[in-house]
């Protein structure tokens, strides 16, 4: 028996003492709880509480033996009654990971920040707490803190008073309003000396009663000066405006607070009344419009959340898409409807899609409903199937039953299971009311299967065009309208030019669009779209509506078709041969920035599947780099360039390829509009082949010595170091003149970037010392992984030296640390230098493959999630023999 089938929790009221935070070196805090619940008389249950130490257990009244009933993180509660009653007294421990209560000591003043983060099972390290999505409670908190410190929680604030009931004497303990029912994952606290901007919405419910809702920004003090509340307060409301009448359900958790907090592990985490971030959304060293759009759309994602993870919740973290879905596919979708970022599908088709492309491809792919059978899964699923294959197939799911239906189904789920747990089954039943569509097919066919499906063209000539099914209609302004899937939607009158062969293992229904794009002077544009219904076949399926396209034979290079072009559904585009060849020389010039985004997106899986060579993409990211003005599409394909020369391009080719992005980056550099988002993309990608080429080295220290220095491109922190890694990477800058940066730079970018730089530096003894460091385990969260970051920077024969090292441990890290720092110091010290030296190569017997296998055939009882994560190393590492060996072959 589950133990939700046993109890039901009424409420939790926890006191946590954070009076002794600021001692040096503190390490642990009180806490302290007391849960009502009611089970079946006579059932045993147990408690999750990751501890220090429990000094009392008293259960109904009664203690209860320490030694007996405290085993490992769980308190084990015997002979319950109908109506219960456990009170714990214990103390837990501050975190330097970001998992549960962190403790941050700020470089520039010494102050000490805490805050906290939970999923999916992290709550259990701050107070005991039956840790579980569907074991809703109301929480009450007392936060008790140093007398000038403030304090937030989910609830509102309902008074404070000094006591000396605590470690410090005369601190002040902080109350709490009680929460809605909540799962206690999305509990939390902040406290500190944080700086607070105060503001308000005001507007009126879906009733139409007037609301009124405070808000709340909270960051380092250090980091005030960059906190812009003019646009977070705005986007705030734009939300506030939205959501509540797209779902017909105010929002529920009163307040809506914010707050900023340094070494975060995630991008933000929805706890209602009080959504945490990390800061690295503050944009010290500037910002493109792209991060700032990113910003935004993470704002509306969390905000979903209050409607889709919060109100109504997955019952188990196998549902966990019920929620990152959801919430992915609304912060691009409010995006679009409700602020200035009205491309965020632009960003959403190329670098989200993208990741969930890459983590379909890996042996770990699982359904987007996974199985899920313990929490160490739960952890590693908030991955890209989760979060961008998910929101991928929702939008295809919008334009199979229409939007307003699926909006229909929106707020029907939240009517009727308002603070309850649900799972798929609930869901389809409001969408199976609210459509008339078979979407249990429709979910059968996508949230149960893995893998992306290929869509294939083929051109008249390649392939029998004699073929006839029902495929498409022509339209010529703009994304196709209706339903893709309405058979009355298809002009079967004109000749088909194309056909679409779907290739899978599970196969699927699309409905997508096809357009034909020409080139029209510098421009490409698209001259006709025609709407394509591809069933859950591989039967050829026509392509309509286009107009005569030429025969692969006769492709005049000036013309393409482009699979998917508004983005509708989720699939891996492979085009004829002719078309891939166009695009790859015309993808710049293609006017629609989604389209364009579509293109380039198609580009980069032909290099990831051997269809385009990658030094081809490095080039063409050079010839492209600019001519680019979208923020997001210039920073993803840049990064791409970067990813193909780090790990695709055969090494003998790397220094030529690498040495004309350089060129290319540095000239577009120089000529970027002052001032200007793509100058400072350039820039810091600029900065980080730099780093693995000292060529530029002059140019580098000129810029840093405000000789020559680029108009209009100021040299923040984050760039500085950026700059100064580059040249302590390729030999060219000393320690001390890294120390002498460091003393002008306290700052928390500083402290990072002179970590970095360090374990950058091009010496056996500073490698020596960074991977001790490394695997010493007393780094923080970040500090860890900027040092991890540096020692990478180093020649392949250096890093060669690690890797027995790391084989022989990697496992032991895992054994003795938190998944957080095991998980980082797994996947970023694993050998990444990648040398293949001959066509024939066999990629399974490249000695890093081979040593990764070897080690999953000899450890098949590790724990699962390590597996997993060595398992996609080992096909990351698989992939990128195999494209040296294809690109030698060439």
């Known amino acids: 028996m589950t133990r939700a089938e046993q109890i039901r929790v009424e409420d939790c009221r926890v006191t946590v003492d954070l009076s002794g935070a600021r001692e040096p070196g503190a390490t642990t805090f009180g806490t302290e709880v007391t849960v009502r619940f009611t089970a079946e008389a006579g059932a045993e249950t147990f408690i999750d509480f990751i501890h220090d130490t429990v000094s009392a257990v008293e259960l109904n009244g009664e203690s209860l033996d320490v030694d007996d009933v405290v085993e490992g993180s769980r308190i084990r509660l015997p002979e319950l009654g109908t109506a219960n009653e456990l009170h714990v007294v214990g103390r837990a421990l501050y975190s330097r990971s970001g998992e549960g209560m962190h403790r941050y000591v700020d470089p520039q003043d010494d102050s000490v920040y805490l805050d906290t983060q939970y999923e999916p099972a992290d709550c259990r390290r701050v107070f005991p707490v039956f840790e579980q999505p569907d074991l809703k409670a109301v929480y009450y908190f007392t936060v008790i803190t140093p007398p000038e410190w403030l304090a937030a929680s989910n609830g509102d604030p309902t008074g404070q008073n000094t006591t000396d009931d605590c470690d410090v004497p005369g601190a002040v303990a902080h109350d709490f309003a009680p929460t809605q029912r909540i799962s206690s994952y999305i509990t939390t606290i902040l406290a500190g000396p944080y700086a607070r901007f105060t503001d308000e919405w005001s507007g009126t419910d879906p009733q139409g009663e007037a609301v009124t809702i405070p808000l709340t920004l909270y960051c380092r003090r250090a980091l005030a000066e960059h906190m812009d509340t003019q646009e977070l307060f705005m986007l705030t409301k734009q939300g506030l405006d939205f959501f509540p009448r797209l779902f017909a359900f105010a929002y529920p958790f009163g307040k809506y607070e914010q707050a900023f907090v340094p070494e975060y592990n995630l991008g933000a985490m929805e706890n209602p009344g009080l959504v945490t971030f990390t800061e690295a959304y503050l944009f010290p060293s500037g910002a493109t419009r792209a991060q700032l759009a990113g910003r935004a759309n993470t704002l509306l994602h969390e905000m979903s959340h209050m409607w889709f993870g919060d109100l109504v919740t997955m019952r188990w973290w196998d549902d966990l898409w019920l929620k990152e879905s959801f919430a992915e596919f609304m912060g691009a979708y409010a995006s679009v409807h409700a602020t200035e970022y009205t491309d965020a599908w632009v960003t959403f088709a190329l670098a989200r899609k993208e990741w969930a492309y890459r983590q379909d491809q890996l042996p770990t792919t699982h359904p987007i409903v996974a199985d899920i059978p313990d929490l160490e899964a739960a952890r590693q699923n908030f991955d890209g199937i989760t979060y961008a294959k998910g929101a991928s197939v929702l939008k295809q799911l919008v334009a199979f039953v229409g939007e307003e239906a699926f909006m229909d189904a929106c707020r029907a789920y939240f009517r009727r299971f308002a603070f309850e747990n649900t799972s798929l089954d609930d869901f389809l039943e409001v969408l199976d009311e609210a459509s008339d569509h078979d979407v249990r097919a429709w979910a059968q066919q996508w949230l149960h299967t893995t893998g992306v499906p290929v869509l294939e063209v083929r051109l008249p000539g390649s392939v029998d065009d004699d073929a006839a099914a029902p495929g498409a209609h022509a339209t010529h302004d703009g994304a196709g309208s209706g339903d893709p899937a309405d058979p009355a939607a298809v002009d079967g009158t004109a000749a088909a030019s194309a056909t679409l062969t779907q290739r899978a293992a599970s196969l699927r229904p699309h409905g997508l669009t096809v357009g034909r794009y020409t080139r029209d002077g510098d421009a490409v544009v698209t001259t006709a779209r025609t709407e394509v219904r591809v069933p859950a076949s591989d039967t050829p399926v026509p392509v309509t509506g286009l107009g005569d396209a030429p025969s692969s034979e006769a492709q005049d290079g000036a013309s393409f078709l482009l699979v998917n072009d508004t983005d509708l559904t989720y699939c891996l585009a492979h085009p004829d041969p002719e078309s891939l060849a166009a695009i790859t020389r015309l993808v710049g010039a293609i006017e629609d920035p989604l389209a364009r985004a579509v293109a380039h997106s198609q580009v980069w899986a032909a290099v990831r599947d051997a269809r385009l060579s990658p030094r081809e993409y490095v080039s063409m990211a050079a010839r492209e780099c600019g001519a680019e003005r979208h923020a997001a599409i210039l920073t993803t394909v840049l990064d791409h360039a970067g990813q193909a020369l780090g790990e695709y391009v055969p090494y003998q080719y790397r220094t030529a390829s690498r040495r004309e992005f350089l060129e290319a980056l540095r000239n ?98 500073a490698k020596h010392e960074a991977w001790q460091r490394i695997v010493a385990g007393e780094l923080s969260n970040d500090e860890l992984s900027a040092t991890i970051s540096g020692f990478q920077l180093a020649a392949p024969a250096v890093l060669h030296r690690y890797e027995s090292e790391y084989f022989a441990h990697f496992a032991e890290w895992w054994d003795t640390h938190s998944m957080e720092i095991a998980t980082r110091m797994v996947r970023g010290l694993y050998p990444r230098a990648i040398e293949v030296r001959a066509a024939s190569s066999d990629p399974k017997e490249h000695p890093v493959v081979r040593e990764t296998h070897a080690w999953l055939d000899a450890h098949r009882d590790a724990p699962g999630a390590l597996r997993r994560i060595i398992m996609e190393l080992a096909a990351d590492a698989e992939r990128a023999v195999e494209l040296q060996v294809a690109c030698l072959s060439r």
Do not use: K, M, N
């Open 668 to 765: 577009a550099l120089l000529a970027a509009e002052a001032g200007s988002g793509e100058q400072l993309v350039l820039a810091r990608a600029f900065a980080r082949e730099a780093a693995r080429d000292g060529s530029y080295a002059r140019q580098v220290q000129e810029w840093l010595g405000d000789e020559g220095t680029v108009a209009g491109l100021p040299l923040s922190s984050e760039l500085r170091w950026s700059l100064l890694t580059a040249l302590t990477a390729t030999g060219h800058a000393t320690v001390s003149e890294l120390e002498t940066e460091h003393a002008q730079d306290p700052t928390r970018d500083g402290r990072l970037g002179y970590t970095r730089a360090v374990a950058a530096i091009r010496s056996d003894r």
